[in-house]
């Protein structure tokens, strides 16, 4: 067996026992819950041990695309195959999906011990995971999309888990009704594609692009829009987020696999179908604009935010509005190292979200000045001098690359944070602290940059390179970016003093209330029916903050 195909085929075995456990030993589940147990977390250690395995033989030999069965379709819609594709892009997310979705098997068996239903709960996990992990290798866009509905609909079933628990099933209700509407338009866009391309294969569809000279056709434009409708659904953007911030009440194995691995869905769609929206720019641009506005009222409803898994929910879709604004420029490497910064980061903060208040016990260095605009302006200036500096040395610089240094820009706005840490310290104190905070955002800046180049040459042509020539439009998009991301330093630093004005007050009330979006889609799931509880009726969940009580 060819190296080539030796990889194709782990990845294709990889979520073969995760479903097979689901489907086969899940029957009953409830009555032999240690076997069920059992049964997940091997499965889950053998999808992490071929995704490890796919990787390394990808590393010896080629990429390709391999078919295994078909089927026709009628209406001009292609073939429904089982086929995957072995590229850098599949493999990094099937190595991460596999990593994470091990080490939420493991934390379950301990969690879920003793609970009256663990059997069904290990069934269903094993189900969404081996779905998920279907969708990422699969080959076919009708497989994806197959994969896709099926990961949906088996992660409704732990979102529901409690079902007794009012705010659980109301926010599962949310989230089916939204990623069907989101299923539908996927399903029409991946129809308009495949009639205008006659390829339902990722790597064909891919080709057909690359050959393709002048305008799209319209089908392909609104093939385009729907697929970023379809991935702003399903990545919980403002104002359909409510869900995802609703969904606390679901055991906490449940929360770290969909914030650290099953949210990303919306933004691997836009990965994979890179190739189209490298073409249309228009559509990338209302992806970064939603995706900017997601950041905008998900960072400052975080602020107000008095629990911990709320903060974290915030932050989740605050981080996929990034990952969105990140393809919707164009930097797609950037977007993939995202998402695995990001989920490692979110699994264990989920996870060990028990023990934080332990960190809040520990003591704290002293803030003996209060933040000033001035403070903030001198840390802002060292920031972005310093990654201006160190992106000239890497050869980025802003004619040639300006959506890398707008990011690059937003790091800076970061490194402020840790550079007001010692600019606001005692004078006696600052000169060495300042020092030392200096140091660590110059090894920040590099780092950002070397690990652009590096993912830029791993990922080669899994997907589009960076844009060099951009128009007035994306242009004026960066400058919204640049602006909307200072706004929220700004604020942040000199949030004690805007919370004593009356605007301040009124801001801090609206948009711990989520600014209300969530408000007429919570109505319109309860015409549906009272859920358990009868929520609609006496009991009702006042907002979409997790913090809020059923009364």
């Not at 974290?312 to 977007?335: D, H, N, P, V």
């Not at 998009?477 to 604020?491: E, K, P, R, S, T």
């Amino acid at each position: 067996m060819m190296i080539a195909e030796m990889a194709s085929r782990l990845m294709l075995v990889a979520p073969w026992p995760l479903l097979a456990a689901g489907v086969v030993v899940g029957v009953g589940a409830d009555r032999h819950p240690r076997l069920m147990r059992a049964a997940t977390t091997g499965a889950a250690w053998f999808a992490l041990a071929c995704a490890i395995l796919a990787a390394v033989a990808y590393g010896l030999g080629a990429t390709g695309s391999e078919t295994y069965l078909s089927l026709h379709l009628p209406a001009r819609l292609g073939a429904l195959a089982v086929s995957v594709d072995a590229d850098v892009l599949t493999i990094i997310m099937l190595t991460l999906v596999a990593f994470v979705g091990m080490i939420v098997a493991r934390y379950s068996k301990t969690y879920m011990d003793g609970d009256e239903h663990e059997g069904r709960f290990h069934r269903w996990l094993a189900l969404t995971l081996g779905s998920f992990l279907t969708l990422i290798v699969a080959g076919n866009v009708w497989g994806f999309w197959v994969s896709w509905v099926a990961t949906s609909l088996c992660l409704h079933e732990l979102l529901a888990f409690y079902r007794d628990r009012p705010g659980a099933v109301l926010a599962a209700r949310k989230k089916y009704l939204l990623h069907r509407l989101a299923d539908a338009c996927l399903f029409s866009a991946f129809a308009l594609i495949v009639r205008a391309l006659h390829s339902a294969q990722w790597a064909g569809i891919a080709r057909a692009l690359a050959h393709t000279a002048g305008p799209l056709p319209e089908g392909l434009a609104v093939a385009a829009a729907l697929i970023v409708v379809s991935a702003v659904l399903k990545s919980a953007q403002f104002p359909s987020h409510g869900w995802l911030i609703q969904v606390m009440e679901a055991p906490t194995p449940v929360s770290a696999l969909l914030h650290a691995g099953i949210i990303y869905t919306g933004a691997f769609l836009v990965l994979r179908a890179s190739p189209l929206m490298a073409h249309i720019a228009w559509a990338g641009d209302v992806l970064a604009g939603v995706g900017l506005v997601s950041i905008v009222v998900a960072s400052l409803t975080m602020m107000t935010m008095t629990n911990i898994k709320g903060a974290l929910a915030y932050s989740t879709c605050a981080q996929m509005g990034f990952m969105l604004m990140e393809c919707g420029l164009g930097l797609y490497s950037i977007a993939v190292l995202h998402i695995i910064a990001h989920s490692v980061y979110k699994a264990h903060a989920f996870l060990s979200s028990g023990s934080v208040v332990e960190h809040f016990r520990a003591p704290k260095a002293v803030v003996s000045m209060a933040a000033t605009m001035g403070r903030a302006l001198l840390g802002l200036t060292i920031a972005v001098l310093m990654v201006l500096g160190v992106g000239h040395v890497f050869g980025v610089g802003l004619v040639r690359q300006p959506a890398l240094i707008v990011m690059a820009a937003i790091l800076a706005v970061g490194m402020t944070q840790l550079l007001l840490q010692a600019l606001n310290t005692r004078k006696g104190a600052m000169g060495g602290l300042l020092v030392r905070m200096t140091g660590l955002s110059a090894l920040v800046s590099i780092a950002y940059f070397a690990l652009h180049m590096g993912f830029v040459a791993l990922l080669g042509t899994s997907v589009p390179a960076d844009p060099v020539h951009i128009g007035m439009a994306q242009k004026v998009l960066l400058g919204v970016i640049g602006v909307a991301f200072l706004a929220l330093l700004f604020i942040q630093q000199l949030l004690p003093r805007l919370s004593q004005t009356a605007l301040g007050r009124a801001a801090y009330v609206h948009f711990y209330g989520g600014l209300y979006a969530d408000s007429m889609l919570t109505e319109f799931v309860r015409g549906f029916g009272p859920t358990p509880g009868g929520i609609g009726g006496r009991r009702r969940l006042l907002s979409s903050d997790p913090s809020h009580e059923v009364q």
